[in-house]
Each structure stands twice: as structure tokens, then as C-alpha cells.
């Protein structure tokens, strides 16, 4: 019945509604990345429990993905929706009040609950309200909001950590000097608020309410979505409707999907390894490339670290729009594949091209180094698009968020590892370092080019 409803003003809306929240994941998630050079030195840190600081919300999102997931599929899309965004919001902000590295870890360990939760259900909730010859391309736009909130994260991290005046700490009232991660953190919970109360506005998904049995609200989620589009709607028979309760995990190693949900989670957990690997030490990364020259545009010139990141994140919309494109004219596995095998290889080149890095392929310098870095970030990002894409499409209406949790629960156990592994072996060097990070990505796009089910086209299940 889907299908039938062409996409429209509704279709925009829910869109412009997940994304937003998108946004500001993708913001949470990479501000510890711009703090931790700060918080090294005020909490004296090493570089493993840096590394371990680093990956707290990661360890957090293992359990958000995995506990939102089923939880989205035994009682329902929109709490899970709704609550996901409430609980990253509130940690991420109440992390301001950290005063170590153990109060840190609690804070962004729980902060990740929420963010993995919402990365788990939103694309089930989304996925269940769009037509077949749609879903992949919203899929995808729906992830091309994640660079926004990359460059946010950038925008809020040059403001308070770099240009505030007084060593980047202001006077608050009743408060005093307060330092600016602080205030960075607070800042950046105030979106999430917003969102939560948004999100109490919209419905169940009418496939889950389908699933349950609840015909007659799944009929008339139908029409509401027809009505803000200004279609007509065929509706659900009752006779045409078995209901069926979530099987839980035991489900995603059935026969008939087993081998979809290893290859699958095999898939996040080579984006996760690579991606946090090379962005959370991204900042290290780019200082020990070696001096950073002056941007000059039209007669101007531009200086520091910062205006480069707002590159590397601009280089990510275009990413994004070919993989939209791809999934639809090619398909999901072939897009997927490709684009994580041009990840590993351009996160080898830049690697290889940084000062001392010795291996020898004639490449050095600091422009080989971020030419190459800027086409890791166009294909791995257009590779999140489309495995994000791709991955609801493999699993049934009744283990659907299950699945989504499941495989980005994986993605997020080898997202702990990588900025912890990459953090041990920078002192021996950043090819050392980064290499395993880019042999990750390609074997994740060996296993989906041999293993993967091609979806396009396929309605859900």
C-alpha cells in the first residue's frame, strides 16, 4: 500500500524530522574527538586511556544498538524513537560536569546508549514509511545528514576551544570561570532537547502496527499519510493480516536470513574499524602531517586545522550524493562494496604519503596526504549511506530493528577497538598505525561483493 502513495510533502517531512536528529548524532559522536587534546592534558591522560575516553561512547552504543533494537521491535518504533534522543540529549550535556577520566567515561558511555539506540531504530522507522523505489535513495540522504553534524562539531569545537578569549574559558554567572569543553557540551545537548519534542508528535510505523495485528491504526497511519501527500489510499485488509510477535535475536540465524546477517554484520564491523580508527585521532593525524599552509581564496587567507575539517566534511556530501545514486542504478551491494574497497585503498595512500612514513611509494608531503585523506572521506562516508541503505532491507518487519541493532552493535565493538588499537601503535608511527584501519575497509567489501543479497527493487518483508 506503500508503494502506491507517491513520495510527497509527507515523505519530506519525516525525512527533514530523522535527519535533523541524525545530524546531531554525527555531532556527538565526533566531538570527542576535538575535546581530547584538551582533556589530555587537564586529566593528564596517556594515549591508551585517551584512546579508551575516545571509545566510551562507542561501548556504549554496543548496548544502545543492540537493547533500542529489540526493544523497537517487542514494543514498538515510536518509543524507541522518542526515548533514544531524550537519553543521548540529557548525558551528552550533563558530560560538562565531568571532572576526570572515570566521570568521563560513565558520562559519554551512557551518552552512547542513546546515540546507538537512535542509529538502530531510526532507519526501521523511516524504512516502514517508504515506497520501494525510494527507500534506498531516502535511506541514504537520510545518512548525508551525519557530514552536517561533522560540521557542527567543527563550528562549535573552533568557537569554544579556540576562539574564546582568556585560554578558552568564560565567566558564567553563579558558576564563575568555566572552561570551554564544558560549555561545548552543553551547547551541543540543547539540539537533542528540541528534537525529543518534535518526535512526540509523530505515529507508530503503520508496518509495525501491521505486525501486531492493529489493522485499523495501521490503516489509518495510511491515510494520514496519504491525506499530507493528497493521495487516494487502498487500505489493509484485516483478512490479509497475520500477526506475529518479535522472535527476538534467535531470528537473525534462521536459515533463511543467517548468512545475510553474518555478512551484513561482518560489513559494519569493517566500516566502524576503519571509520572510528581514522577520525577520532583525526586531529593527531592532521598535526603530525606536518605544517598546515594557508588556505587563500580570492584574495583571503584562511589558517588552521579547523578550515580543513569543514573540507573534509564538504567533501562528504558528494560522497553521499553518488552513493544515492548508485544504490538505485546498481544497486546496494555493488555501491557498498566499491565504495569500502576505495576507502581502504585511499586510507593507505594518505597514510603512506605523511612525513617518515618510509614505505615508499613515491607520495609525500602535505597536499598528497590530504588530497588522498578527502577521497577517504568522499567513499567511506558514501559507503555509510549505503549500508545504511542496504541493511533494513536484509531483515523481516518482525526482526527488523533487531537486525539493524544487531549488525550496528558489531559495527560498534570494532569501533571500540580501532581509535584503542590505532592509539597503541601511533608511537611506533601513523602508517603502522592507520594500515590496519584500511585493510579493514577492503576485506568489509571483499565479504559483501562475495556474500552480499542484492535488495533493490525487493519490497519489505
Given at each position: 500500500?506503500?508503494?502506491?502513495?507517491?513520495?510527497?510533502?509527507?515523505?519530506?517531512?519525516?525525512?527533514?524530522?530523522?535527519?535533523?536528529?541524525?545530524?546531531?548524532?554525527?555531532m556527538e559522536v565526533i566531538l570527542i574527538s576535538f575535546t581530547l587534546p584538551v582533556l589530555l592534558d587537564a586529566w593528564s591522560l596517556s594515549g591508551l586511556t585517551a584512546g579508551f575516553l575516545g571509545s566510551a561512547s562507542l561501548m556504549g552504543m554496543v548496548v544502545g544498538n543492540w537493547g533500542w533494537g529489540y526493544f523497537a521491535d517487542q514494543y514498538g518504533r515510536k518509543p524507541a524513537f522518542q526515548w533514544?534522543?531524550?537519553?543521548?540529549a540529557v548525558f551528552a550535556g550533563l558530560t560538562a560536569?565531568?571532572?576526570g577520566f572515570y566521570s568521563g567515561f560513565a558520562l559519554r558511555f551512557l551518552t552512547g546508549v542513546g546515540l546507538g539506540g537512535a542509529l538502530a531504530v531510526d532507519t526501521s522507522y523511516?524504512?516502514?514509511?517508504?515506497?520501494?523505489?525510494?527507500?534506498?535513495?531516502?535511506?541514504?540522504?537520510?545518512?548525508?545528514?551525519w557530514p552536517l553534524g561533522y560540521g557542527l562539531a567543527v563550528g562549535l569545537a573552533?568557537?569554544?576551544?579556540?576562539?574564546?578569549p582568556s585560554g578558552g574559558t568564560v565567566s558564567v554567572p553563579v558558576f564563575g570561570a568555566v572552561e570551554g569543553w564544558r560549555?561545548?557540551?552543553?551547547?551541543?545537548?540543547?539540539?537533542?532537547l528540541l528534537v525529543f519534542v518534535i518526535r512526540t508528535q509523530l505515529a507508530e510505523t503503520p508496518y509495525y502496527l501491521a505486525r501486531t495485528g492493529d489493522v485499523e491504526a495501521a490503516n489509518d497511519r495510511l491515510r494520514a499519510i496519504a491525506e499530507e501527500n493528497g493521495e487516494d489510499v487502498q487500505l489493509i485488509d484485516a483478512d490479509d493480516v497475520t500477526p506475529m510477535d518479535s522472535p527476538g535475536f534467535g531470528r537473525l540465524f534462521e536459515a533463511d536470513i543467517r548468512l545475510q546477517t553474518v555478512m551484513i554484520s561482518a560489513a559494519w564491523f569493517a566500516i566502524n574499524f576503519g571509520y572510528y580508527g581514522v577520525f577520532i585521532w583525526l586531529p593527531q593525524t592532521f598535526g603530525a602531517s606536518g605544517t598546515v599552509p594557508a588556505l587563500e581564496v580570492a584574495g583571503l587567507t584562511f589558517g588552521g586545522v579547523y578550515v580543513y575539517f569543514l573540507l573534509i566534511a564538504l567533501v562528504q556530501f558528494p560522497g553521499y550524493a553518488s552513493a544515492a545514486y548508485l544504490v538505485e542504478k546498481i544497486g546496494r551491494k555493488l555501491t557498498l562494496g566499491t565504495y569500502l574497497l576505495a576507502s581502504g585503498a585511499f586510507t593507505f595512500v594518505f597514510a603512506s604519503a605523511m612525513p617518515g612514513a618510509g614505505f615508499g611509494l613515491g607520495?609525500?608531503?602535505?597536499?598528497?596526504?590530504?588530497?588522498?585523506?578527502?577521497?577517504?572521506?568522499?567513499f567511506t562516508l558514501g559507503a555509510w549511506g549505503a549500508i545504511y541503505a542496504y541493511t533494513p532491507e536484509l531483515f523481516p518487519t518482525e526482526a527488523r530493528a533487531t537486525g539493524n541493532g544487531f549488525a550496528g552493535g558489531v559495527g560498534k565493538i570494532a569501533a571500540v577497538i580501532g581509535p584503542i588499537l590505532a592509539g597503541a601503535l601511533v608511537d611506533i608511527g601513523y602508517l603502522v598505525a592507520l594500515t590496519p584501519l584500511a585493510v579493514a575497509f577492503a576485506l568489509g567489501g571483499l565479504v559483501v561483493l562475495a556474500f552480499g543479497r542484492e535488495t533493490k527493487g525487493e519490497p519489505l518483508t
Open positions: 500500500m506503500l508503494d502506491r502513495i507517491p513520495v510527497g510533502t509527507f515523505h519530506r517531512r519525516l525525512l527533514a524530522i530523522c535527519g535533523t536528529a541524525w545530524a546531531f548524532d554525527g533514544t534522543v531524550l537519553t543521548y560536569l565531568a571532572v523511516l524504512s516502514e514509511h517508504l515506497p520501494t523505489n525510494r527507500r534506498g535513495r531516502y535511506l541514504v540522504y537520510l545518512d548525508a545528514f573552533w568557537f569554544f576551544l579556540a576562539f574564546l560549555l561545548l557540551f552543553v551547547a551541543s545537548a540543547v539540539p537533542g607520495i609525500s608531503g602535505f597536499w598528497p596526504f590530504f588530497l588522498a585523506l578527502l577521497a577517504s572521506s568522499f
